[in-house]
T-cell receptor, first 122, second 111 residues
Framework: QVQLQQSGPGLVKPSQTLSLTCAIS??????????WNWIRQSPSRGLEWLGR?????????DYTVSVRGRITINPDTSKNQFSLQLNSVTPEDTAVYYC????????????WGRGTLITVSS | QSVLTQPPSVSGAPGQRVTISCTGS?????????VHWYQQLPGTAPKLLIY???NRPSGVPDRFSGSKSGTSASLAISGLQAEDEADYYC???????????FGGGTKLTVL
């Protein structure tokens, strides 16, 4: 049974970097059959897909246009987890952040982490 | 404003049937990309309810069904139960944005 466990600080100051980690159990971040995503949810923006990382003989990343240039999603094979970094945050980045698993060719998110509320405030 | 359009709310009495619509455009649902549905109970993460327009993951009751035609998709819930009260979201892929997009969500109230 695949599980995703999120961790990270809940409060980030404006202009700083938001960092979250999603630990995977029951699957591998290097699996050729999955992609590992970050999605956020806020009252103003609703559900917003941020990006993903996946391995198909080499590592790939895809990011949504709205945060491209500020976002990095990295796999950590030694710890079987993946991370989200979002730079130069503003109060608009306040949201619940979810990690989620996407099966190869699925185009949907079959498994979600529990979510982490990130508040951007000084 | 979400790329996929859903009604903000729907309601129905226990035992009744309700439908939730999801309308996209030529770069997402109208381009043939599948629509997927999620149920979000209060205080929890979204949970996959319907995938690839009509398919239910294991464990999802057959009271939930999905359909798609052209640029629109629908989620139908029959035999409404109190525990169905939740937010429901549709999701698809958008070729113009090169990414996954969601509807704004529909709050289902069981009267």
């Amino acid at each position: 049974q695949v599980q995703l466990q999120q961790s990270g600080p809940g409060l980030v100051k404006p202009s700083q970097t938001l960092s979250l980690t999603c630990a995977i159990s029951g699957d591998s971040v290097s699996s050729n059959n999955a992609a590992w995503n970050w999605i956020r949810q806020s009252p103003s923006r609703g559900l917003e897909w941020l990006g993903r990382t996946y391995y198909r003989s080499k590592w790939y990343n895809d990011y949504t246009v709205s945060v491209r240039g500020r976002i990095t999603i990295n796999p950590d094979t030694s710890k079987n987890q993946f991370s989200l970094q979002l730079n130069s945050v503003t109060p608009e980045d306040t949201a619940v952040y979810y990690c989620a698993r996407e099966g190869v060719g699925d185009y949907y998110f079959g498994l979600w982490g529990r979510g982490t509320l990130i508040t951007v405030s000084s | 404003q979400s790329v996929l359009t859903q009604p903000p709310s729907v309601s129905g009495a226990p035992g009744q049937r309700v439908t939730i619509s999801c309308t996209g455009s030529s770069s997402n649902t109208g381009a043939g990309y599948d629509v997927h549905w999620y149920q979000q109970l209060p205080g929890t993460a979204p949970k996959l309810l319907i995938y690839a327009n009509t398919n239910r993951p294991s464990g999802v009751p057959d009271r939930f069904s999905g359909s798609k035609s052209g640029t629109s998709a629908s989620l139908a819930i029959s035999g409404l139960q109190a525990e169905d009260e939740a937010d429901y979201y549709c999701q698809s892929y958008d070729s113009s944005l090169s990414g996954w997009v969601f509807g704004g969500g529909t709050k289902l109230t069981v009267l």
